[in-house]
């Protein structure tokens, strides 16, 4: 098996940006209630999928079980958290109320001011860039071999099957018996397909602060989760905040004003992130499609199957694409689940054999 990968650049790559929280329970919305259930999944095949990466490789993936905390800063706030609350004890998720003063006792760096948190147990974290470091080398000891700096530039098909594909600069053509685009929001880049064939993707732009605490580990223990943004922690001292929602096409620049807004936010609730280092700020582009979920197995065309359209939880669903991608390739059934998010569902035609 071949995996190529255009280049190193973080602007071109969206899981070294991303935060890695996952967290179906604190991101569940009443509209996306089969999301939900693919993030369940996946989070209950994160431990297994963690440890076998570990075993394979020695490698730390940074996987932390640390929950998570819903925050209000305000009555309008609380008062959301609240509904919140309602949906998720319909749903039968754990979500425990808890006063601000109970809250105050489990993560003590809180702010006197805060109203109301929801603690969310099983919402936890990951490293993006240690686990993909950590995929890549258990890939490669395997006998997979990784190109990086090789950028497809076209799709190969005879007839209507696909049948490998063809990169840049050298034209160089590789053949494969299946290929899996999954070219996050340049997968529409990519030559070689009708548009009824592709799935639509387009660009969310999300700019994220790194941070350390110079004095080490320990102010936060949790996620703490809020109107306009969140503060991972990484378990070392080190700290992401993010994070933007912005419809700007392909631009990656970070701007004064999203950095200091979600400074601004975090210090409402987190009053000392102002002493923490600024390490990296960064801007990355989701890969969003026409209805927010993923697109994942085989698409219209024969020979081709999809990994992308992830959005906002590309690294809480690896493991699940995983699966789901895999039973594609070798035909076994990709279970229920797999149907709501058949690449088809974008073109109408049916999934080829
Ligand atoms: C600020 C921010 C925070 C986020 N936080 C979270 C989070 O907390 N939890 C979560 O689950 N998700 C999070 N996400 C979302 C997550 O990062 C994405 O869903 C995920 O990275 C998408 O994965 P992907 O593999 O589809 O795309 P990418 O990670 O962008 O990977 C695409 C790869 O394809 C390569 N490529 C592109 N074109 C070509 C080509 N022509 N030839 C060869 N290779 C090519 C690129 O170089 C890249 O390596 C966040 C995203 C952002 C921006």
């Not at 919402?123 to 006998?143: C, M, S, W, Y």
Request: glycine content about 10%.
């Amino acid at each position: 098996m071949i995996v190529l990968e255009r280049g190193p650049e973080p602007a071109k790559q969206t899981s070294s940006v991303a935060a890695g929280m996952l967290a179906p329970i604190s991101e569940t919305l009443a509209t996306e209630v089969p999301l939900m259930r693919l993030g369940l999944a996946s989070v209950q095949a994160y431990p297994g999928f963690v440890e076998e990466l570990t075993g394979a490789t020695g490698m730390d993936t940074g996987y932390l079980r640390c929950g998570t905390l819903l925050a209000a800063r305000d009555g309008d706030e609380a008062e959301a958290l609240s509904r919140e609350l309602a949906l998720r004890e319909r749903f039968g998720l754990t979500v425990h109320r808890l006063r601000a003063s109970e809250a105050r006792r489990l993560e003590p760096a809180l702010a006197p001011t805060l109203r109301l948190a929801l603690d969310v147990p099983d919402d936890h974290a990951i490293d993006p860039r240690k686990l993909t470091a950590a995929l890549a080398a258990a890939f490669t000891r395997v006998g997979g071999e990784l190109r990086t700096s090789a950028r497809v530039a076209e799709v190969v098909a005879r007839g209507e099957r696909v049948t490998g594909v063809r990169l840049a600069g050298t034209g160089e053509q590789l053949s494969a018996e299946h290929v899996v685009m999954a070219a996050g929001v340049w997968s529409e880049e990519v030559d070689g397909l009708a548009d009824e064939a592709r799935v639509p993707i387009h660009p969310v732009k999300g700019q994220i602060l790194r941070l350390h605490d110079p004095s080490g580990p320990g102010l936060l223990t949790r996620v703490v989760r809020f109107t306009g943004g969140y503060l991972v922690p990484r378990g070392d001292g080190r700290y992401v905040l993010g994070a933007t929602m912005e419809e700007r096409g392909f631009d990656t620049s970070v701007t004064a004003g999203a950095v200091f807004e979600l400074l601004r936010d975090a210090f409402e609730l987190l009053p000392s992130v102002t002493e923490l280092v600024i390490d990296e700020l960064s801007a990355g582009l989701r890969p969003a499609t026409p209805d927010n979920l993923p697109a994942i197995g085989p698409g219209a065309r024969a020979g081709l199957h999809w990994a992308a359209g992830h959005f906002r939880h590309g690294i809480l669903l690896t493991p699940i694409t995983a699966q789901i991608a895999l039973a594609g390739i070798t035909g076994e059934d990709p279970g229920e689940l797999a149907a709501q998010f058949a690449p088809s569902r974008f073109s109408g035609i049916p999934v080829a054999a």
